[in-house]
């Protein structure tokens, strides 16, 4: 899993904090994703990234606000969470993001906790 | 919508015997399936993906998927069951949104390995 790293593994903060969640891949992708896994639910796409454009926002509350400085590079910086919010997020790079072909890598996610 | 289904919540299967994960799907057009496997506290790792050809797909640790069009399948199976299988296995669809890949993920299927 050296491929996406992800920073912090585990998080927990209160509802009033901002916190920022931190990806990087070192496989020379040009696409980035953030994901949210809760128990029970599917995988949920939050954010997708080509080139350091975001060309999706899944209808993500604003509370939520991913940064894509460079290719690869990924963040998701957080404020005024709420307990739903508890789940892990994962990051995820593939090679350009537009085929249907290409397989997505994941990090190994960070497990947030919000009280 | 392109969607994937995975009926079965667990799967409980004895070291040594064969073991069969479902998967179906519904997309318009071609499909591009995927199979992903999670250990606990990790992300997600590619084993394997169909993308034309031929319907018997070989991917990582063993494992394998059958491709059938007919019934809109594409199950994952191994020929001798490892305690170390283990894991909650994700079945994956692609398809692209406004030029961009995007990629729909199963509920998931526990495997539990019993010794």
């Known amino acids: 899993e050296t491929g996406v790293t992800q920073t912090p593994r585990h998080l927990v903060m209160g509802m009033t904090n901002k916190k920022s969640l931190k990806c990087e891949q070192h496989?020379?992708?040009?696409?980035m994703y953030w994901y949210k896994q809760s128990a029970k639910k599917p995988l949920e796409l939050m954010f997708v990234y080509s080139l350091e454009e975001r060309v999706e926002n899944n209808s993500v509350p604003s509370r939520f606000s991913p940064e894509c400085p460079n290719s690869s590079h990924l963040f998701l910086h957080l404020h005024t969470l709420q307990p739903e919010d508890s789940a892990l997020y994962l990051c995820?790079?593939?090679?350009?993001?537009?085929?249907?072909?290409?397989?997505?890598?994941f990090g190994p996610g960070t497990r947030l906790l919000v009280l | 919508a392109q969607s994937v289904a995975q009926p079965e919540d667990q799967v409980n299967v004895a070291e040594g015997n064969p073991l069969t994960v479902k998967c179906t799907y519904s997309?318009?057009?071609?499909?591009?399936l995927f199979w992903y496997v999670q250990y606990p506290n990790r992300g997600l790792q590619f084993l394997l993906k169909y993308i034309t050809g031929d319907n018997l797909v070989k991917g990582s640790y063993g494992f394998e998927a059958e491709f059938n069009k007919s019934q809109t399948s594409f199950h994952l199976k191994k020929p001798s069951a490892l305690v170390s299988d283990s894991a909650l296995y994700f079945c994956a669809v692609s398809y692209l949104s406004g030029g961009y890949q995007k990629v729909t993920f199963g509920t998931g299927t526990k495997l539990q390995v019993i010794p």
């Open positions: 995820a790079s593939s090679s350009r993001g537009r085929g249907l072909q290409e397989t997505q890598y």
């Open positions: 997309v318009s057009g071609n499909p591009y």
């Open positions: 496989l020379g992708h040009n696409a």
